[in-house]
């Protein structure tokens, strides 16, 4: 088995789509069509071209904007044009990074995507490939050659914490404990 990774160059805007439901997956790629077309007619988002692929996860997909020029923070196009919160806050984090915590590559290699065949008809080749058996999970993350390189240190690394779903709404005003 193989896994393809693609690095978002200064030209393109990934957007990672998520849904938990058809219908769901349904709505967020009708807003990101919207949303994608009116900046493009309004002259506010340079796109040469558009490459849509289904993700390895049943409804998830992949965006690839490919640009005339780059933008100024591509992670708030990709926020905007409905890509996952979670995702681009993190890339977001690992862009900013400060120089004396980077790990070599992880701003280059800040916002990626791999997958387990290369896109197919994609502009262009993918950066690296590795030979891990199974998808990127943390577990798979953290001893993969590839992740390591990129990220080193930060292959995993989640700068928020993912929130708990089952926690109840806070119950009163004022001062309240997280």
């Known amino acids: 088995m193989a896994y393809y990774w693609y690095l978002r160059q200064d ?22 069509r ?9 002259g506010k988002l340079p796109v040469k071209d558009v490459w849509f692929y289904p993700s390895e ?5 992949h965006l690839i904007l490919r640009l005339l020029s780059s933008v100024a923070l591509p992670q708030t196009w990709a926020l905007y044009l409905g890509s996952d919160v979670f ?8 862009e900013w990074l400060p120089p004396h915590l980077d790990s070599g590559n992880i701003r280059r290699a800040a916002d990626l995507l791999i997958v ?25 993350m953290v001893n993969c050659p590839v992740g390591i390189l990129l990220r080193g240190r930060y292959a995993i690394s989640d700068f928020f914490g993912k929130p708990n779903k089952n926690l109840e709404p806070w119950g009163h005003f004022g001062k309240v404990k997280p």
């Open 57 to 61: 996860t049943k409804l998830h997909f």
């Open 87 to 94: 995702r681009a806050c993190n890339n977001m984090m690992r």
């Open 116 to 140: 387990p065949q290369p896109y197919h008809g994609f502009f262009r080749q993918p950066d690296h490939m590795c030979h891990c058996k199974h998808k990127h999970t943390p577990e798979i």
């Open 11 to 32: 030209n393109e805007i990934f957007l990672d789509i998520d849904g938990k439901s058809e219908a769901k997956a349904a709505a967020k790629l009708r807003m990101c």
């Open 34 to 42: 919207r949303r994608l077309v009116a900046a493009i007619e309004q």
